[in-house]
């Protein structure tokens, strides 16, 4: 498929998805936050890939941010349908079953660092610059972006970030939490990628397992009762997949497992 403002690349099972907007520091539109949430949804239904990295094209921008010239409803008293808009996409990014890898090549702003908090991971450049600047705007970031903030990095950071508007590098994104890793530019591809075949590497059952039961966790308190048979039955399913014979085959034949994901 053919998207406006997104490109897709393919390597070994890895699914990498390029915010193309060079001309605007990839920052989004309502479009590209729809092509966005399409393409992760049909990648997690793909089967040949394993894991989605996303990140912006161009060398110097992730991404800007959403585009405030689209903002219809700034000063209107209310907020829009962006907010909706965004929300709704990464709500559905964070159903996606495969992992999902932001690599952050450069300058993110504002709903693009939201757009962080919806990854399982997060790989920075060194040059990177993040900020958040609704404050420095007069508007407010959503309560279900700001939890989320909260979760990674504590609610001093969160308010530090959220209440100055003020740029960090990726040095202290790595600090508070924000990142998981910062490498040199020149091979955050290589060390995003290498980490994803790691992913790849591992049986597929227990990957999505394992990010299930984390982020119902993480969702609340604790699991309801339905959640929690939900999970017993994942557990129950994984335990007795052909994956889990084939590891435990594989140590005692002191050799590389083979997964298939059955």
């Known amino acids: 498929m053919t998207y406006q403002y997104l490109q897709v690349q393919r390597e070994d099972g890895i ?6 907007r060079p001309d605007k520091r990839n920052a989004m ?9 399409d393409a992760a949804l049909a990648e997690d239904r793909n089967p040949q890939t394993r894991v989605v990295v996303i990140t912006g094209s161009g060398d110097t ?11 219809k409803s700034a000063g209107g008293g209310t907020p829009g349908e962006e907010t909706g808009l965004i929300e709704e996409a990464y709500a ?11 690599m952050i090549n450069g300058v993110t ?6 757009l962080l908090t919806n990854c399982d991971f997060r ?4 040059e990177a610059r993040l900020a958040i600047p609704p404050a420095r705007l007069g508007i407010l970031y ?3 972006g700001t939890r989320r903030f909260i979760q990674l990095v504590g609610p001093a950071n969160a308010k530090d970030l959220f209440m100055t508007g003020r740029t960090i590098t990726a040095a202290e994104a790595l600090a508070m939490g924000l990142v998981h890793r910062v490498v040199p530019r020149a091979r955050l591809r290589e060390e995003t990628l290498a980490y994803a075949r790691q992913l790849i590497e591992a049986a597929p059952l227990s990957v999505a ?12 308190q604790g699991p309801g009762p339905e959640e929690i048979r939900a999970l017993r039955e994942l557990q129950t399913q994984v335990w007795s997949s052909k994956d889990a014979q084939e590891g435990s085959r594989a140590f005692l034949d002191k050799r590389r497992p083979v997964f298939r994901g059955e």
Do not use: N
């Open 209 to 220: 397992g394992a990010k299930r039961i984390v982020d119902v966790l993480m969702a609340g």
């Open 29 to 37: 539109s309502p479009t590209m936050l729809r092509e966005l949430r």
């Open 61 to 71: 921008s992730f991404c800007a941010g959403f585009d405030i010239s689209e903002l």
């Open 15 to 20: 699914a990498i998805l390029l915010l193309h």
């Open 92 to 102: 559905k990014l964070r159903q996606i079953g495969k992992p999902l890898i932001a």
């Open 109 to 114: 702003m504002g709903a693009a660092c939201d």
């Open 123 to 126: 790989f920075a450049a060194e």
């Open 142 to 144: 959503t309560w279900e």
